[in-house]
């Protein structure tokens, strides 16, 4: 059969767009929940005006994201059946039930809460409106969490057995499933780095007003959480990834020679820079290497042994059978890269923004400025940056903003194409997962039917965050500064005909 | 009673909430074409169900996910033999969350105009899909020793699914319109409440003969007592709602989208998925499911979690409980002009 029409590279590519896709909107949603939720505890707390407004404008962007969030998530849990049911038959009786955790916990918390949180501000107590909105962020990264046990189950395989009879994995250890340490670095890892996504939005947004000398004094407070933000996170997402590349030395060895392109095991072995080779005669012809650093990063140790991809496949071979157990070397190799460079480069623009715009430490009086004013960005110790310099660190802020998310994207791609040819690594093949009686026109058709739907929805969803963006903060009324103090409003009698704060 | 029996309850109880709770977001959706008038009118009935139809839609992906945690095998099949059909069902979830969430966000008048033929589309199609699906479950499908589906399209749009698809787009735009009398106010109200009376009437016609179907083709004297249940509730219903009295109208409509799943599910007991090839391939609730570990471990889960989840959902309900009409439309003046997006929220 003609490889390109394979019923599971089909399947593969609508699960890859459908999901790259999904996620998109994922780790922004985790953010962006608990940066709101932090926006308005901060509200509650201080009663300071500016952080009301803080909290309805990214409340709103937050709004806009998860709509298309919801919506997407809806397909990822649908095609386990529709395009690989022979997956959902053998994993089932373990891969289900944190599916269905998810729901039952996380999915009811976050839908019926955000209903609250949005319609609820002429409804609720300020106290419990703020309790709703961090109970959707709670939701979020419950939901968060139980996928990953999942899809880490699929990473490395525990607490099951094979039944002869049936041929289907079964759950043995469920607390293990969910508990091993691949799940809860795949948890920290996927978490921060979504920390990281939503700092980096909301600095370059709020870079973008600043760089106008709009809405300052709730632009500056966002910035400044924004930085803490990206810079907090991008120090986890490094020292949880370094945690998880260790995990996955051991637990895939394929996936980890298959990132440095590394063919031959070495020890020591170097950290590859940059790499250009020809994957069927297995070698590389330009190499720029940094000696010794893998093995530390895989071992702690400099002078450690690293597996190569031929040594795995070799080791494959005897263990499952002959054939070629070795993912796309260029795609791992490069998504490796990717990950890591555009999320480290927030990280770094982060860093030397919160310094630029450091508050007091080592900077002389004369600069510091005050809640109404956009602040200086300093780099050395007495001088502000001339003002067409801050306005570079201003656009390469705003440019970058999506960096982190393009990094998360590539983690995925690369985490999950570097476990074919396996699904279930060690236990199912890709190509034995999907649905014997779905056709390849059936297929096609859902895969053209989505990528077109998403492609339409993309540029909608895209023009409304640029215009809500741009729009900058609403206008605070009497009623936003004063909510009800009682469940259903005060006023329910007396103005029976006012109209609802809020409504579609 | 195995744990299996218990779950065969626990996924058809999903369901039926399901189809209570989205039946009428359903019926709103294909009730602003049906009954509103303009677009303040429009806006009323979506807005009746703007805080909770999100809420509602994660009883869909609960149902999915138990399905796919207690019966791997039913999900595999069913999920995969109605490819199209649930292909379908997707784009109208995604188009009409988006509608819903993004149709105020711009004050163009095409901008929310397309968003509300959106809603309506969305809405009307999957309330019919939603019927072919089950009545196809609880006739029988192609299946193979393998336990896959092989029949085609053309096989799933037999007579009795599409009066299947017709039934539950009735009884869903009758759950909606009396939905729509129990939480709006003024004419509206007034028309909802006529709309549901004569849509009450052809949904008892259409589901009495549909039930009727059913119990002839594979029932059994459980199955007629949900029979006669569901179409008496019906009949009761329409007369609550000639009489006025919107709750009770719309609990007794509701318990006929209950009788109508609890009738569909009791024929199929204790298969799951019947294969119309040869009865030894067919699901049931013992083949077809997980492993006991499995079964005790999400009994546990739902045992914990469905009584709190009952509870905000209801509390929610309860917050949002004022009846709506026009003058609760900030910028909507009672008229059908657009309104200025910034101000509006």
Redesign the interface.
């Known amino acids: 059969m003609d490889l390109a029409l394979a019923p599971d590279t089909l399947a593969r590519w609508q699960f890859g767009i459908t999901t790259v896709y999904h996620f998109l909107f994922v780790p922004l949603t985790i953010s962006l929940a608990a940066i709101t939720a932090g926006l308005e505890t901060a509200w509650v707390r201080t009663e300071n005006p500016k952080y009301l407004t803080a909290t309805k404008f990214w409340g709103k962007l937050f709004l806009i994201n998860i709509a298309m969030g919801v919506v997407t998530g809806i397909v990822q849990e649908f095609q386990f059946g529709m395009n690989w049911s022979d997956y959902s038959r053998f994993v089932g009786d373990i891969f289900g039930a944190p599916l269905a955790f998810e729901a039952l916990i996380a999915f009811f918390f976050e839908s019926t809460f955000v209903g609250l949180w949005i319609f609820g501000w002429d409804k609720l107590p300020k106290k419990i409106h703020l309790a709703c909105i961090w109970i959707v962020s709670i939701g979020t990264v419950l939901s968060a969490y139980f996928i990953l046990a999942a899809n880490s189950w699929m990473q490395h395989p525990t607490g099951f057995r094979i039944d002869k009879r049936t041929h289907r994995a079964e759950l043995t250890d469920f607390w293990s499933v969910l508990t091993q340490n691949t799940a809860l670095t795949q948890f920290a890892h996927t978490l921060t780095a979504s920390f990281l996504v939503g700092g980096a939005f909301v600095v370059g947004i709020a870079g973008y007003h600043l760089a106008r000398k709009k809405h300052i004094p709730v632009m500056r407070t966002s910035l400044r959480l924004g930085l803490v933000t990206v810079v907090a996170a991008g120090l986890l997402t490094a020292l949880s990834g370094d945690q998880l590349g260790k995990v996955m030395f051991k637990q895939q060895p394929m996936k980890m020679a298959a990132a440095e392109a590394l063919w031959n095991g070495e020890s020591p072995a170097p950290f590859s820079v940059f790499a250009y080779g020809d994957v069927a005669k297995g070698h590389n012809s330009v190499e720029l290497e940094i000696p010794g650093l893998l093995s530390f990063l895989a071992n702690d140790d400099f002078s450690s042994h690293v597996p190569g991809i031929n040594d795995v496949n070799k080791a494959e071979q005897q263990k499952f059978g002959p054939g070629d157990y070795r993912p796309n070397i260029p795609v791992a190799y490069w998504g490796f890269r990717w990950m890591i460079g555009f999320g480290m480069a927030s990280f770094g623009l982060g860093l030397l923004g919160l310094w630029l715009t450091r508050k007091k430490f080592l900077l002389p009086a004369h600069l510091r400025t005050g809640p109404e004013e956009v602040p200086h960005l300093v780099l050395f110790r007495s001088t502000a940056l001339h003002p067409r310099l801050a306005r570079w660190y201003w656009i390469a802020a705003l440019a970058t903003m999506t960096f982190p998310m393009i990094a998360m994207s590539w983690g995925w791609i690369f985490t999950e194409n570097g476990r074919q040819p396996w699904v279930v690594y060690g236990v199912l093949r890709t190509s034995d997962a999907v649905s014997p009686g779905v056709s390849t026109a059936e297929v096609l058709t859902s895969l053209i039917v989505f990528t077109l739907l998403y492609g339409i929805l993309a540029v909608v969803e895209g023009k409304l965050m640029v215009k809500y963006v741009k729009a900058g903060p609403p206008e605070l009324t009497e009623s936003d500064l004063h909510p009800p103090t009682r469940i259903g409003g005060d006023r329910a009698e007396a103005d029976a005909d006012r109209p609802m704060a809020f409504s579609y | 009673m195995q744990l299996h029996d218990i779950w065969f309850i626990l996924i058809a109880v999903l369901w039926a909430g399901y189809f209570f709770l989205e039946g009428f977001d359903f019926g709103i959706g294909v009730l602003t074409k049906l009954l509103a008038r303009d677009r303040a009118e429009r806006?009323v009935l979506?807005?009746t169900i703007?805080?909770?139809?999100?809420?509602n839609?994660?009883w869909?992906?609960?149902a999915?996910?138990?399905t796919?945690?207690?019966?791997?095998?039913w999900?595999?099949?069913?999920?995969?033999?109605f490819?199209?059909p649930?292909?379908l069902i997707?784009?109208c979830?995604?188009?009409?969350?988006?509608a819903?969430?993004?149709?105020?966000?711009?004050p163009e008048e095409r901008w929310q105009r397309n968003w509300e033929h959106a809603i309506f589309w969305s809405s009307l199609l999957p309330a019919v899909v939603w019927g072919i699906f089950f009545a196809n479950i609880a006739h029988g499908l192609r299946i193979d020793a393998?336990?896959?589906?092989?029949g085609g399209l053309g096989d799933l749009l037999n007579q009795y699914a599409l009066l299947g698809g017709v039934v539950t787009l009735l009884l869903f735009t009758f759950h909606g319109a009396v939905f729509a009398a129990l939480k709006t106010v003024g004419d509206i109200r007034v028309r909802a409440r006529r709309l549901a009376i004569g849509l009450g009437a052809a949904t008892a016609v259409a589901a009495g003969g549909f039930l009727a179907w059913t119990q002839v083709d594979s029932g059994d004297a459980e199955s007629l007592f949900a029979v006669v249940g569901t179409v008496v509730a019906l009949v009761l219903a329409v007369v609550a709602a000639g009489r006025g009295r919107e709750g009770w109208s719309f609990a007794l409509s509701g318990l006929a989208v209950v009788g109508v799943v609890t009738t569909l599910f009791l024929t199929l007991f204790p298969d799951v998925l019947p294969s119309t090839l040869d009865p030894r391939w067919s699901l049931t609730v013992s083949n077809a499911a997980?492993?006991p570990?499995?079964l005790t471990?999400?009994t546990w889960?739902?045992g914990c979690?469905?009584p709190l989840?009952l509870l905000?959902?209801g509390w929610?309900y309860w917050?949002?409980?004022?009846r709506?009409g026009t003058?609760?439309?900030?910028?909507a003046g009672g008229a059908g002009t657009a309104v200025p997006a910034?101000r509006?929220?």
Request: net charge positive.
């Open positions: 806006r979506i807005n703007g805080p909770v139809w999100d809420g839609e994660v869909l992906i609960t999915a996910g138990a796919f945690a207690a019966f791997p095998d999900y595999a099949t069913l999920f995969s033999g490819y199209l649930l292909l997707l784009v979830l995604i188009v009409r969350g988006v819903f969430e993004y149709r105020a966000k711009r393998h336990g896959d589906y092989v997980s492993t570990y499995t471990i999400m889960c739902a979690a469905t989840v905000y959902q929610t917050v949002f409980r004022k709506i003058q609760h439309i900030a910028g910034a509006a929220h």
